[in-house]
């Protein structure tokens, strides 16, 4: 009984006049309850995994995707070497940073105890010579004391030194590389090194 009165009272209003009524809902809902999707839709439809895969504006902007001749070694300029650590191994930094200092005559740079330019990490660095790179990298891969090590070489192009280039003692770990620039106006082709260190003790050998 209850169903047929709902339908007399349904049928009562002709099309134009439910038209009419919808659309006066439409008006007053506003624009956003119009697009919002029905309950329990997702609002990115359906069947969203059959979507191709977008390929990225690529971030280094020219560059080719296979050179077209190798690179001379002798764009390499001089090293970076950078030690991470944290607080449970500043000690074992410190005490590689004393023993570079000690031994080889490199730029030794200040602690940094927060993320600094493309390192996530607090580090230190130094910078070396090339003629010190065969000593200097079995020397460390020997005293890291387990810290994660980045050398690098310094060339004009400093985001391919760090994330291309690189050689990793122990874990490597992430580098920002969006954060790192060619020289700008004005500023060296390459990163230049100024050692400041004055060794004290030799270099110990079997």
Known sequence: ?????????????????????????????????????AAGQSPWGYETY????????????????????????????????????????HQKAALIRKWVAE??????????????????????????SNDLLHIIVPWLQLNSLGLTILI?????????????????VNRAQPVNGYSIKKPGPGEPRVEQIYPNTRPTLPIEKA
């Open 1 to 37: 009984m209850k169903e047929e009165v709902d339908r007399h009272w349904a049928e009562l209003l002709s099309p134009r006049r439910r038209n009419l009524l919808a659309a006066a809902a439409g008006v007053l809902a506003g624009p956003a309850a119009l697009a919002a999707p």
């Open 152 to 168: 690098h070489p310094n060339t004009d192009d400093p985001r391919a030194d760090h994330l291309y280039y690189a050689l990793w």
């Open 103 to 128: 031994r080889f005559k490199v730029e030794l740079g200040d602690w940094n105890l927060e993320p600094r330019g493309p390192h996530v990490t607090p580090s230190f660095y130094f910078g070396f």
């Open 50 to 89: 059959k979507q191709p895969t977008p390929r990225p504006d690529s971030v280094r902007p020219g560059e080719q995707s296979l050179p077209a001749k190798p690179r001379a070694y002798t764009d390499i300029e001089s090293y970076h070497a950078h030690i991470y650590f944290d607080e449970d191994s």
